[in-house]
């Protein structure tokens, strides 16, 4: 089965930018979808098909994906956005499964 | 505008059943896959599969057939999860989230349900 890696935590200072990587084989190829988890609350979609921004999502989230990384980009990071992120794709090698990675926990100094 | 609204916490003991709900408004129920994740207490986001809102088709994720069954009542736009003979290891909280058909995307989620099984 497909397999998503994420770092457990990153950490960064308010203002500055936070990277959030997801890696998978040749997961350029697929689709690649974020989600932000405050503690206590649903999984919300933040970045949708790589780097497409739902409604009510600042432009300060933003995303890529090329070769075996995805990549999550929260610029001007604020205290608000502390919270846990999955990247998730569907694995059609395997009866069209979603794979989610194991999630990131956003720490903002 | 878009809700899934799930049923209440459950505390059930060792062998019993529990029957979660999904209730959606804000939309036309059968243009949406209904799936279900689950997630244990600390741990990550776990797919559980999904279920087809125009046949009733359930499709179930590896580790998530036999006790786990997927059920729909169209008449009110609700997405049932029972899961039979609970374990202690069930212990989640289990949320059902959308999918337009065609597209791959989660885009909204319910609140979730906090199953609890404990003797």
């Known amino acids: 089965s497909y397999v998503l890696t994420q770092p457990p935590s990153v950490s960064v200072a308010p203002g500055k930018t936070a990277r959030i990587t997801c890696g998978g084989n040749n997961i350029g190829s697929k689709s690649v979808h974020w989600y932000q988890q405050k503690p206590g609350q649903a999984p919300v979609l933040v970045i949708y098909?790589?780097?497409d921004r739902p409604s009510g999502i600042p432009e300060r989230f933003s995303g890529s994906n090329s070769g075996n990384t995805a990549t999550l980009t929260i610029s001007r990071v604020e205290a608000g956005d502390e919270a846990d992120y999955y990247c998730q794709v569907w694995d059609s090698s395997s009866d069209h499964s979603a794979v989610f990675g194991g999630g990131t926990q956003l720490t903002v100094l | 505008q878009v809700q899934l609204v799930q049923s209440g916490s459950e505390l059930k003991k060792p062998g019993a059943s529990v029957k979660v709900s999904c209730k959606a408004s804000?939309?036309?129920?059968?243009?949406?896959?209904m799936n279900w994740v689950r997630q244990a207490p600390g741990q990550g986001l776990e797919w559980m599969g999904w279920?087809?809102?125009?046949?009733?088709?359930?499709t179930y994720a590896q580790g998530f057939t036999g006790r786990f069954v997927f059920s729909l009542d169209t008449s009110v736009s609700t997405a049932y999860l029972q899961i039979s003979s609970l374990k202690a290891e069930d212990t989640a909280v289990y949320y059902c989230?959308?999918?337009?058909?065609?597209?791959?995307?989660?885009?909204?989620w319910g609140q979730g349900t906090l199953v609890t099984v404990s003797s």
């Open positions: 804000g939309y036309t129920f059968t243009s949406y896959a």
């Open positions: 989230a959308r999918v337009h058909f065609g597209e791959l995307d989660f885009d909204y």
């Open positions: 098909y790589d780097s």
């Open positions: 279920i087809n809102t125009n046949t009733g088709n359930p």
